[in-house]
Every structure is written in C-alpha cells, then in structure tokens.
C-alpha cells in the first residue's frame, strides 16, 4: 500500500521548512503570499490531505522554538536568552529555554527532547565536545537551526552561524593598552585549544607579534575563580606583567578583585580590559574597561533572521560577524578617568 504523504514531504517539495507548511496550514499572516502558493502548490501535486484532528493534538507544540545554551550561568549568555524569548514571545512564540552546562552529552539528550516534543525551530550556543550526533540528529530533523556565538558543527549550509567579530575586539583592547603605556600584555583565560578562546586571543596575539612584543597567556575557565587564581600567578611569576586583556568580564573581575586583596588596584601601575560588557563593568569598582558586544541587539537580529527563515523561507547567511567596540573605563585608563 503507498503511503500518505506527511508534512514533511510536502516541505520538501516546496523547498520550506516543515514550520513553514505548518504556518500555512494553520493560515498564518506571517507567511509571505509567493510562499503559501509554492506550498498549497505542492500540497495539490502531492494529494495531501490536512488532518486537523491529529493537529489539534499536537496544538500545544506549534510556534514552540527551542533554545540550547552552552552556560546560562554567564550574564553574557543570559542576556542572550531572554532577549531572544522576549523578542520571539512578541511574535507569537513560546521558547523552551535549557542549559548544557558546558556538556556535549547532556546537550544530546536535551536537543532530542526538545524534537520529540515538536520544536519549530532551534537556535543553540553549543557546548564543545563530541557534538556530531547533536546536529546530525538536527540535520534528520529538516528544522531550521542556527548556531550562535560558538560554531561547532561546519555544515553551515544546513546550520547557518553567527556570533562577534572578536579577533578586531582583543585588536582593538591591545591597541589601547599599547597607547596608555603598556608593553608586557597578558592574555588571561578561556579553556585552552577551544576555537572560541583562539578567535578571542587571536587579535591580541596579533598585535603584539607586530609590535615584537613578548607574549604571555594564561588559560583555564571562564570564571571569576580562575582570575582570582590568574592574578596570584601573575603578581607571583610574572611580576613584569603591567597589563592584561582577559577572555571574558567574569575573568578580569576575578583578576581585579585578586590584584585588591593583594593591594595592587588596577588602573594604573596594572591596566585590564574584559571582553563582553556585561552590566556589571560598569558597576564595579573600579569601573571596568571591556569590549562590547551588543548581545541585546544581536539576540533581536538572532529572532528576525529564525523568523524570516520559519516563515518565509530565508535561509540566512552562512557566517556572520556582526562588530564590537572598546568601551575605556578606570581599570585601562587610570585612576584620573
């Protein structure tokens, strides 16, 4: 006996995705008209039939996006995920939000989850790792998914990226310690070997080379923990050391708060630089410099180009990098600014 076409062969006739037909059949005004006719197009060549019983039944799931994120305990990340919720709930949209916790294999099983319960769509910030089942188990699905901030899988036809242009970020944070006196700048934090960690390290590394300036990093987790710990090492080991660009905000307050206990406030003799602008850079004390991401606005870019892709078929860019900028505070340009 042949088999009734499903939904997803009608998708795939139309070159849409299976949110797409789903819209469709629910008579969504998202959907662009030139869209709705290459579906109802295929649905006619096809002979499929709608059934709305079986629909009702699967009712709560329809504009249900899923979200992954590596470490929602960074206010960075955080940020991110309710901006994006908030800005695809005023489209109609309800978001199931979960953490990896830096573990490939519990992002496994959550993205899994997350398809049997009928997403429309993903967007994930993956946790590194063995990661080839997560997206190959996305592929099979035929959603659309975005990777964001950190790319791990590199089909990105099929899972198109986006993050920061951090390479001219750690640039420009380094250009600036140069101008303000510095000549032996650290690099502190980020696990070492990650891509995430070379893309942020690399414009640092850069400059310096350009400069025929020493090199120095010091790499472990992206933490307040780990500054506090770099800063013991660096006033011990590495008393030449007069500034630092950090991987992240978390690990340079780590490193201002060890260089306080210590006695040695940053901003003058020691000049630092986080990366991310979180809001507590500007809240602490000193205020500190770092390079800012403006993660609100990239999280409302994120929603419009998962939205014009689930509704009209736009598969968006392959890579994109949108810009950062250096914002100079107290902990880079001393006590006086």
Not at 35 to 53: C, F, I, P
Not at 206 to 233: C, W, Y
Not at 257 to 274: E, I, K, S
Request: with cysteine; glycine share 8%.
């Amino acid at each position: 006996m042949k088999r009734r076409p499903t939904i997803m062969d009608v998708a795939a006739r139309a070159g849409v995705s299976k949110s797409t037909v789903s819209l469709v059949l629910q008579g969504s005004p998202q959907v662009r008209a030139e869209t709705r006719k290459s579906v109802e197009t295929a649905m006619a060549d096809l002979a499929y039939v709608y059934n709305r019983a079986a629909a009702n039944l699967r009712s709560a799931s329809v504009g249900l996006v899923g979200l992954v994120i590596n470490d929602l305990r960074n206010p960075f990340f955080t940020e991110f995920a309710t901006t994006l919720q908030m800005t695809l709930a005023g489209e109609g949209y309800a978001t199931i939000i979960a953490n990896a916790d830096e573990d490939a294999a519990l992002q496994e099983k959550l993205v899994g989850s997350m398809i049997e319960h009928g997403i429309s769509a993903l967007v994930i910030s993956p946790a590194y790792g063995e990661t080839g089942e997560t997206f190959d188990q996305l592929a099979r699905s035929g959603l659309p998914v975005l990777q964001v901030l950190r790319r791990v899988d590199a089909r990105t036809d099929l899972f198109p990226f986006a993050s920061f242009d951090y390479a001219a970020g750690s640039a420009e944070a380094t250009r600036h310690l140069i101008a303000r006196g510095a000549r032996r700048i650290a690099f502190v934090g980020g696990l070492p070997g990650a891509p995430i960690t070379h893309e942020r390290k690399s414009g640092w590394c850069e400059v310096l080379t350009a400069g025929g300036l020493d090199r120095l990093a010091l790499h472990g987790k992206s933490s307040r923990a780990f500054g506090l710990e770099a800063a013991e090492t660096l006033i011990d080991s590495h008393p030449q050391v007069d500034a630092a660009v950090c991987f992240n905000d978390l690990v340079a307050l780590g490193l201002m708060a060890g260089f306080a206990r210590a006695g040695r406030p940053v901003g003058d003799a020691f000049r630092l630089v986080g990366f991310d602008d979180i809001e507590e850079a500007a809240q602490s004390w000193p205020q500190l410099s770092s390079v800012s991401c403006d993660i609100a606005g990239f999280a409302r870019d994120t929603a419009a180009r998962l939205l014009a892709w689930m509704t009209g078929g736009d598969r968006p860019a392959r890579d994109l990098r949108s810009p950062v900028h250096l914002v100079a505070r107290a902990s880079s340009l001393g006590p006086a600014a």
